[in-house]
């Protein structure tokens, strides 16, 4: 059964090229949100099997997002996307219960490679 994943990135222009990596890989979309807030409002309606967030984003960053969605779900699976040199993100972010991190600008072979690690 192929695994539902909720794209949460500011850039509609990101959120599309991670869809089009995505469901060519056999993954359904469950959904996307432009900011953190958003982001924690799908999750709760969609209950996804996986999450990718941007970082950075308005009204809501993908960190303070990430811990929301870690409180209404302790289980949940979420990889963050950061651009390069964002490293103390990177670590706030696994230490806040992130699955991995896909460096920005993405490479098809490592969004699969990191999804298949967390969720198959």
């Known amino acids: 059964m192929a695994k539902n994943i909720l794209i949460c990135d500011d850039a509609a222009f990101m959120r599309m090229m991670i869809k089009d990596i995505l469901t060519k890989n056999g993954y359904n979309i469950a959904g996307e949100a432009e900011n953190g807030a958003r982001a924690v409002e799908k999750?709760?309606?969609t209950k996804p099997d996986l999450v990718?967030?941007?970082?950075?984003?308005?009204?809501?960053?993908?960190i303070a997002a990430l811990k929301k969605i870690r409180e209404l779900d302790g289980s949940a699976c979420v990889i963050m996307c950061s651009a390069m040199g964002q490293q103390a993100m990177v670590i706030e972010a696994i230490q806040s219960g992130a699955k991995d991190f896909i460096v920005k600008p993405f490479q098809a072979e490592r969004v699969i490679e990191a999804v298949?690690?967390?969720?198959?």
């Open 43 to 45: 999750y709760a309606e």
């Open 52 to 62: 990718l967030m941007d970082i950075t984003m308005p009204e809501m960053d993908g």
């Open 116 to 120: 298949k690690k967390v969720v198959g």
